[in-house]
Structures are given as structure tokens and as C-alpha cells.
């Protein structure tokens, strides 16, 4: 049953912080006293997300997981991310992505939402749906805008830096973390029943089970890596409005950046001092986004009055 479990988690790449992988496998194998369980649990994290949810509202019409407040939308992505719904995200805290895409479609049909706010506490996840999500995001009828209440990491900042309406950040808020990874293993010794695993491939499939024990294998799976990670790249790029070389040099090469210095790297477009309450009173304010169909049709007449003139 472990093996089983362990190569189900290890069969996909991940866009997640360090130390976060090895508290999801011990947790799906049930270890909660393993020390990568006991480090997350008392980082502060339950508490961070418990607060920022105290100050969004109630439950927004239709939806799952997100509020509504003073109409701002709010749909939260907290925990590691997964593309469906699982043990981890009705019990453990974690965010699916097939809901979080649900409650946005349903905060742009509502009435009752003038502005959409992503609140983002996560240190990454899965890298399966990520890319779709953020699309998502990116294309949102009703622009979106992020707020960092902790981590917004790896696949989060993936999904995050799309976000059109710009991101705002705690002043202790952490962004970055840009890279994808694969935690696996290989046989060495026979397992405690004395067996030890063979697998055969089709003559003509070689690549699809690499030897991970010599280079040429580990070079196999890094290049799948890169292959990502330069989708990865290239959506924060465009998301930002900088260049992929910007990402590579400056957005800290797969560490993290925090506060001023994320900003000061053009990460996040502003750190909110007063925090989530901050910029949810911000986007209050602002009055209704226009919809992007609406932004378009507004730029096309202006472009057509301008012509005429």
C-alpha cells in the first residue's frame, strides 16, 4: 500500500515549495508525527487562514468557497493546490482547482459582485490544470485581482501572476518559488517481502520507464521538467508584463522573494499595509470592473471617434 501511494504522488510534477511534497506524502501515508507535518503545522499557516477568512464575509451565492464583502468576490486558494477535489482538500486544508474554477464562473454571472479578489495563502501544488486555470484567470470576464495574505508560491504564482487586475501583498507576503520538480525513486534492494519490482517496456517505448539510477534517465525527466518550467516562465512573463529573461534573472530563480524586494523586482504591483482588509476596501472603492467585452467595445468606439476626427 505505500509503494502504491507514494507512486501515485510521485507520478506527476509538482510546482511547490520545498518541504511542502514530503508533508503530503506523509500525510496521504497517514505519518502525521512525520517532522515534514510537524514543521507546516506549527509555521503559522491555520492561523494566517483562518483570520483572512474571518474578514471576507459570508458565503457569495452559488458557490463553494468563496465570500463576498461590500461586493468584492472573494474566492480564496489556500493550502497546496490539486486539480480535483480530494482527501487533502476536504480534510487537510488544501485548494482543487475544478472548484476554484466553478465559484469564479459563478462570481462573474452574479449581480451581487462588482470586483473578483483571489486571496492566496499557498505554497504551490500539482502541476496538472494549473496552466488551464490560469488562462482562466487571465481571460476572467470581470478582471480579477490578487491579495498575498502568506505564500503565493510556485503553482500559485503561476496562477496568481495572470491575474489582470494586478497583485497587492502583505508586507510579509512571500512570491516566487518558480520551477517544477519531481520527487521519485528507484529499487536498489529487494522490498521487505523479498520481491523487487521489474518493469518491461514495448520495444519500441525505451523512454517510457528511464533507468532513474544513471544520468541519461535523470536527463529524461529533466527535460519534461524544463519543458514546463518554460511554459511556467512564459505565462509569468506575460502575466507581469516583463520579459521571460526578466523572470529567469530577476524573479528569483526558484527561490522567494518577500515584500519590498518582490516588489522592487515588479512581482507584485503594490504592498497593501493594511492588508486584506486594505485592499478589499480598496477594490470597494474602486466601483465596478468593466467587463472585459465592455473594455473593448469602449477602446474600439474611441478608436473609430479618434479616426473621425
Known sequence: MRHHVLAAIRSQPWAIMPGYLEAIEAIALRVLDDPAVLALKNDGHADRQISA???????????????????????????PVFPRANIMTEFSG??????????????NASPDVQNIL????SPGGAVAQVNDFARMVATSPKPVSVHVTGLCCSA??????????GMSLDPTGVVGSI???ISTSYQVEPDADGRRDLDLTSSNAPNKRPDLSTEEGQAQIRQMLD???DVFIANVAKGRGVTEAVVRRDFGAGGTLTGKAAKAAGMVDRIEPDGLDGAISRLAKAGPATPRRTAAA???????ARAAL
Open 156 to 165: 500559485a504564482y503561476w496562477i496568481g501572476s495572470s491575474a489582470a487586475g
Open 298 to 304: 469602449n477602446t474600439l468606439t474611441l478608436a473609430h
Open 118 to 121: 483571489m486571496v492566496i495563502d
Open 53 to 79: 477568512v474571518a474578514q471576507m464575509g459570508a458565503r457569495a451565492p452559488a458557490t463553494r468557497t468563496s465570500m463576498l464583502r461590500d461586493g468584492v468576490g472573494m474566492l480564496p486558494v489556500m493550502g
Open 179 to 181: 520551477g517544477v520538480m
Open 227 to 229: 519543458a514546463i518550467e
Open 94 to 107: 488544501a485548494s482543487s482547482l475544478d472548484v476554484a474554477a466553478a465559484d469564479l464562473r459563478a462570481l
